[in-house]
């Protein structure tokens, strides 16, 4: 770190202030008795600074912290959409915030996750819910193992998944992880799933199934998604639905519909709960019927009389995480949804369309759009006949400059260069305007001074890194 960044990110080091709190006078006999001697310290290694030049600093520091309360954030397949902050406030309502796992059976908490429960089951079209999993990839994980175990109480060994190349990056993973062999369809000119490739990958008697999202991670809707669903249901393989593009489909198409058996979803993009920073989120994962015996103990379920709590299946892959999962984004989660309900809802799905195909109508007239067909919530460009060898990253790094946080570059590696964008449906067209703007006097910049955009960003604290270094021989300490 340069002394110039040093100044900003850190204080006091060798510039003692004068505190105005006197040191404690506060004398113990029998202080060993209290603390070990290897523990009793006579100097900390803090900074010496009053109270005004913490607050400044950490201040300061926020200022330079960027997420959606601060601007426009396109980043593609996340769904970084703001969060509504009357749903800070219920969550904080002490009835919920002050709530213990271990406590006595709270009926008003158990009510709350049973109705966000039917919410979600209306919305999928899915029959039953666990809130367990923490996050997308672990609801991955556990819908995965939910299939293993499937198939080995019917004797059968289902050891390979399919997962298209246009699948949500985190798919390939949680099939290993939950010990699946990868089974990979290129996708066709069109950027969808080939179903001849497809018949083909089915034959084999190992194949457990397919994981796809769709819309797919091009932001394409796979116009052929009941032929697949069914291909694969003939052949004796499960549908996995991953739930991190079903912003555009609210209240207009259901996974449960297209023929998927079991989703996860991110509660955290579709549902406006607090995305980033290390959690806590949430990936709940909906089944239909047929595998309601599976979900992980214990559970809330579906029963003639309404709903029940499960404490035990034979069938199920047991507990994945304590207790019945995060409880504090749940209710975000369940606020934001009685808030907008089914109109309001499927309002969502179609203004996220609506501003992500204006953005690409929009950026097309100077950027490639190797797929020029209507998106859904998202699309990709890619720096195809940039002028003067611009590159993506470039393009990435200048942005920064404008004020606006990148899109994801690079992903999905079916394109060349690619420029992920996704808008949501939480921005303004002004918003939208002013990316369009900032995004073509880039491409002006590239064509007149494209020295200026290979040597961004400019106005950082930290300038432009030497990626390949850094990934080769990282200094991992100061």
Do not use: W
């Amino acid at each position: 770190m340069d002394s110039d960044s040093r100044l900003i990110f850190e204080k006091g080091y060798n510039h003692p202030h004068n505190n105005f709190i006197p040191k404690m006078d506060i004398e113990y006999e029998n202080i060993d008795d209290l603390i070990p001697k290897t523990l009793q310290r006579e100097d900390l290694l803090i900074p010496d600074i009053p109270e005004i030049e913490i607050v400044r600093h950490f201040l300061n520091l926020s200022q330079k912290t960027y997420g959606v309360d601060t601007g426009i954030y396109p980043l593609g397949s996340c769904t970084m959409k703001y969060n509504p902050k009357i749903n800070e406030v219920i969550a904080r309502l002490p009835d919920f915030s002050k709530l213990h796992p271990l406590q006595e059976e709270n009926l008003g908490a158990l009510e709350l996750i049973i109705e966000l429960s039917k919410i979600l089951c209306q919305v999928t079209g899915m029959d039953g819910f666990t809130f367990q999993p923490a996050a997308g990839a672990h609801g991955e994980l556990t819908g995965l193992l939910m299939i293993k175990k499937y198939f080995e109480t019917m004797n059968l060994k289902k050891n390979a998944i399919i997962v298209p190349e246009s699948s949500h990056g985190t798919n390939p993973a949680s099939a290993k992880m939950a010990g699946f062999s990868i089974i990979k369809i290129r996708s066709n000119k069109d950027g969808e799933i080939p179903i001849d490739l497809l018949k083909y990958a089915m034959e084999g008697d190992n194949v457990a199934g397919i994981m796809l999202t769709n819309p797919n991670t091009l932001g394409l809707f796979e116009r052929n998604i009941k032929d697949i669903t069914k291909i694969v249901h003939d052949y004796g393989g499960l549908c996995y639905y991953d739930g991190a593009n079903l912003n555009p489909m609210l209240g207009i198409c259901r996974p449960g519909d297209m023929g998927f058996d079991i989703i996860h979803l991110n509660l955290h993009k579709t549902f406006s709960t607090p995305h980033g920073g290390g959690g806590p989120g949430s990936g709940p994962v909906g089944v239909k019927k047929e595998f309601i015996p599976f979900l992980p103990n214990p559970c809330i379920i579906p029963n003639n009389n309404g709903f029940q709590y499960r404490e035990y299946s034979e069938n199920s892959i047991g507990r994945i995480k304590s207790f019945l999962g995060n409880f504090g984004v749940l209710v975000r989660a369940y606020a934001y949804l009685l808030a907008l309900g089914a109109q309001g809802l499927r309002r969502v799905g179609e203004i996220s369309v609506l501003n992500a195909n204006y953005l690409q109508v929009q950026l097309q007239k100077k950027y490639h759009a190797p797929y020029n067909r209507t998106c859904q919530h998202e699309f990709v460009l890619s720096d195809k006949n940039l002028p003067n060898d611009i590159t993506t990253e470039d393009i990435a790094k200048r942005i920064i400059d404008y004020g606006i946080y990148a899109p994801t570059i690079y992903f999905p590696l079916i394109v060349s260069g690619a420029m992920m964008i996704e808008p949501t449906e939480t921005e303004s067209k002004a918003s939208l305007d002013n990316f369009v703007n900032v995004m073509l006097k880039i491409y002006e910049e590239a064509r007149s001074n494209p020295e200026l955009i290979k040597n961004a960003p400019h106005n950082t604290p930290i300038k432009r890194l030497d990626a390949v270094l850094a990934a080769r021989k990282p200094i991992l300490h100061d």
